[in-house]
């Protein structure tokens, strides 16, 4: 029987406030919290509530990730959340991945920063899941050997990364393979992912509307030992609102899969009962994001790489209370000058209009802490 590797991951930012160059100097209020808290009861009520109680329901065993970024924000703004989240692990069997807690791109250039913010992300998971962590996923699917080697250092056995085309052009996703240092890794089967996630709603794709025997029957098709669909938890309720049928979608979905000889497992579940096909090496970064599911996302224009260059120069002297929330990744993709039609996604998320004004909203704000705790130097 072919296994179903469901991974859905859950993260929402602590968002800057709109910081003017006027500010610098005299605000100290660099966190938009009215608007986070807004954001985050809107998508719990669309999505995480729903979603989580539809799992529960039907005790289908899939692995999660919140990051410790959202958990913090859920705790304070929508406890019901984490609430579920316990409820569902109880009644499921699933399984909680951990990640580095601020989602952060700190695993590409410090990685002893990079391993606490993880070991702070499985304390803080603890209040939830009470089992072994066992499967770990990098901030966007962020990945190359170098992670491989780092993450050696935890007590982990699976990592969750992108199939990009260069790799499944050699390697078909629906295997599980190994990593240089001995790690289970699982590549996400982007078109079948995608298909949910980015097509489900879309009147001009030609297999428009997607129904759960079509999909099961292409999932029951497609040669291998496992499907790895890995998506934002977001696409149900949120980015495909409950208008486009999703949960009717998923809750047949997880109903019929049995009728095409498939059956939900966790990552580790599908690790501990799959033989790997062999190994893995991958030199470069990639990650799930853009079309190029590179770094570019992030690091592909100069103003992302001046602000992080800057961040990084003032690591030192800027509070850990502070400093932390501005390593995370989103910050950054706020500021992509990517192409259509990964610039219609980027513009979706960004709250500040456009890539210039997040660029200078951080540039002031960096500019005041600068000021503020590091001398002006």
Known sequence: MKLIVMFLEAHQPRRLSNFRYQDIGIRENYFWDEKNKEIIKRISQNSYIPTLSLLKDYSVPITLSF???LLEQLWKYEPTVPDLLKEYFKASGGEMAIESYYHSLSSIWNPERFLNEVRKDMDIKKEIYDKDFRTFRNTEMIYSDKIDEIVNQLNVKNILT????????????????????????????????????????????????????????????????????????????????????????????????????LKFATVNEAAESITPRGQISIKEYISWADIPRDMSAWLGN???????????????????????????????????????????VHSYFNPYGSAYDAYINFRNILEDLRLRYCNGN
């Open 67 to 69: 990051s410790g970024i």
């Open 162 to 261: 992108e199939g990009t085309d260069s790799i499944i052009s050699k390697y078909n996703p629906n295997f599980i393979y190994k990593t240089p240092f001995g790690h289970n890794i699982f590549l996400r089967n982007y078109r079948l992912s995608d298909d949910i996630s980015f097509r489900f709603s879309n009147r001009e794709w030609n297999e428009y509307p997607l129904f759960s025997e079509k999909y099961l029957n292409w999932l029951s098709n497609s040669p291998g030992d496992v499907i790895n669909l890995f998506m934002d938890f977001e696409t149900f309720g949120e980015h495909q609102r409950k208008e486009t049928g999703i949960f009717e979608f998923l809750e047949a979905f997880i109903e019929r899969a049995k009728d095409y000889n």
């Open 302 to 344: 100069e103003l992302q790489k001046d602000l992080f260059e800057i961040l990084k120069s003032l690591e030192k002297c800027i509070p850990e209370e502070i400093y932390n929330y501005l390593l995370t990744s989103d910050h950054f993709y706020y500021v992509s000058l990517g192409t259509t039609p990964d610039i219609t």
